[in-house]
């Protein structure tokens, strides 16, 4: 069988990178509206609202209960995954960004008490988790675009 055909025609993996890419077009939105500049790194970038991470996982758990059933031992594997994916975008990477904003915090002050000169590669990336409502939003928009994916594009 050909395996482009099986990889485009997977409802599952679309549904899931659909959800993936609707979030992070909503951060550039986000980031356009609220900050006024347009940034092709929050396409591509972690932390923000939504969380692409929740979405992802979201959509693919809700995508397996809807085509194996929630008794499903698939379905068991996807939702222990999203619950462990979206624990991590909150607890470890949301207080890994709290740490680096505060370190970059220290390296501006040791700037401005030195004549080193501190570069952007030097500083440390601080959007990298997320807050509770950033997850949580981020997993009703998975589980949306999986449901509404299933009503429109049902198996052929």
Partial sequence: ?????????????????????????????N???????????????????????????SAMATSVALDCGLDSVLFAIALIVAIIVMHDAHGVRYETGKQAKKLNEMMQIIETLSSEKISDEQKFKEL?????????VGAVLGITVAIVFWIFFPIA
């Fill in 31 to 57: 980031n356009l509206i609220f900050n006024k500049e347009f940034s092709i790194e929050r396409l591509f970038g972690d932390g923000g609202m939504p969380s692409g991470h929740s979405a992802t996982v």
């Fill in 1 to 29: 069988m050909d395996y482009l055909q099986q990889l485009c025609t997977n409802r599952i993996l679309i549904a899931s990178l659909s959800a993936w890419v609707i979030a992070q077009l909503f951060k550039v939105l």
């Fill in 128 to 136: 990298i988790g997320h807050t509770p409502a950033q997850v949580a």
